[in-house]
T-cell receptor, first 112, second 113 residues
Framework: GESVGLHLPTLSVQEGDNSIINCAYS??????FIWYKQESGKGPQFIID?????DKRQGQRVTVLLNKTVKHLSLQIAATQPGDSAVYFC???????????FGSGTRLQVQP | DGGITQSPKYLFRKEGQNVTLSCEQN?????MYWYRQDPGQGLRLIYY???????QKGDIAEGYSVSREKKESFPLTVTSAQKNPTAFYLC????????????FGPGTRLLVL
């Protein structure tokens, strides 16, 4: 069945380093992808999204890369800061499905 | 101040009791959603609504009910039929339902007494 999952449950990085969070998806019909950040006890916060007609999109300190050939999505955070510590979720959607399918999340821990 | 609000922040349910979680948005979004999140897991879709007076079951609708009488409001009732209701409940909204960014509320944590 369709699924969206993450390779690593926990990622620990040093402050100032770049972080890369990975996500695999299985549905070849997926055409919209989104990354959310969730801090403890709060709702998910939108970070960046990308459509399947693109392979890269940049935001402020974040970049999302999409490799449709291997069904892989990644979120890169430049110069990681303590405030970036949170759980990061990828989610996907495709034509015909009316809501997002979420992965299980990766916890990012930033060491000072 | 635009956004999505959920209330209460914490809710306690007794055995056999129905409880209702509130979700309100002033973003003029057509679509609204309810998700359930269990510890250390992702979000699972309970119900969604694309338009007023219409809603559809998501992946885990059993034991839950919703209504959409107003565009701004999408309350979720956790019924006594839901045997494992303890979870973090998240409401979201978007302009449409396909390829549209969903924006989330702060969540309601439901605990069983």
């Amino acid at each position: 069945g369709e699924s969206v999952g993450l390779h690593l449950p926990t990622l620990s990085v040093q402050e100032g380093d770049n972080s890369i969070i990975n996500c695999a998806y299985s549905n070849s019909a997926s055409d919209y992808f989104i990354w959310y950040k969730q801090e403890s006890g709060k709702g998910p916060q939108f970070i960046i999204d990308i459509r399947s007609n693109m392979d890269k999109r940049q935001g402020q300190r974040v970049t999302v890369l999409l490799n449709k050939t291997v069904k892989h999505l990644s979120l890169q955070i430049a110069a990681t800061q303590p405030g970036d510590s949170a759980v990061y979720f990828c989610a996907e959607n495709h034509t015909g499905r009316r809501a997002l399918t979420f992965g299980s999340g990766t916890r990012l821990q930033v060491q000072p | 101040d635009g956004g999505i609000t959920q209330s209460p922040k914490y809710l306690f349910r007794k055995e056999g009791q129905n409880v209702t979680l509130s979700c309100e948005q002033n973003l003029n979004h057509d679509a609204m959603y309810w998700y359930r999140q269990d510890p250390g897991q992702g979000l699972r879709l309970i119900y969604y609504s694309q338009i007023v007076n219409d809603f559809q079951k998501g992946d885990i609708a059993e034991g839950y009910s919703v209504s959409r009488e107003k565009k701004e409001s999408f309350p979720l009732t956790v019924t006594s039929a839901q045997k494992n209701p303890t979870a973090f409940y998240l409401c979201a909204s978007s302009y449409g339902t396909s390829q549209e960014t969903q924006y989330f509320g702060p969540g309601t944590r439901l605990l069983v007494l």
